[in-house]
């Protein structure tokens, strides 16, 4: 999500080694199409996205673009890094397992996508009996419910509750954080006097 921008930016990558022309069947406007042959996003895959998404952004040194961002491996490569330096593009990663309070689109959009995208599935095989939805369908099942339920207002309904933006330090109270309690645990030091001392060696010189 682009927030005061009114755009959004998709990427669909499939479990595929080279993407067919026909994945890109009734997808949204702009999106980004990538292969990877185990189906899970990896760092080449963001770098591509990240890239349009500085084409589509534009970010100066006097304007510079925040990209918030989850703790995933592929954030933080060392190319996507070097890229987002080089143009202008501050990454923020959000905490260890804090994004389904602080993550705008846990918060406000994906619930309700996957509920309407799971509507319109139920939706394509009533129309087609006997058939199987495939991957060539993929892409025009999500433009359908993306266009449904990715509205601003929710976007920036995410953004809000999550304390983001405008910034409130103090959207989140101490009742938030009791399912930490139980991992406050006072760990005793171990002693290390059963263990055996090693004899030190003695350093030897050497002369060239």
Partial sequence: MLLETNLYHLCLYF???KINDRLRIGAPEGAVF???ENGWINGFIFEKWLAAFIKLTHPTNAEPVLLIVDGHSSHKEYAVIQMARKNNVHMLSLPPH???K???LDRTIMGPF????SEQCSLWMRKNPFQRITEFEIAGLVNHAFTK???MDLAKSGFECSGIHPI???IFTDTD???AKGLDIDLPLQSTSHLPKQKEKKNKRVLF
């Fill in 34 to 36: 990538a292969a990877q």
């Fill in 177 to 179: 954080f009791l399912g």
């Fill in 168 to 170: 409130n330090p103090n």
């Fill in 15 to 17: 479990p595929e080694k």
């Fill in 114 to 117: 996957k509920n309407i995208f």
């Fill in 98 to 100: 804090s994004t389904h």
């Fill in 149 to 151: 339920i990715c509205r």
């Fill in 102 to 104: 602080m993550q705008p």
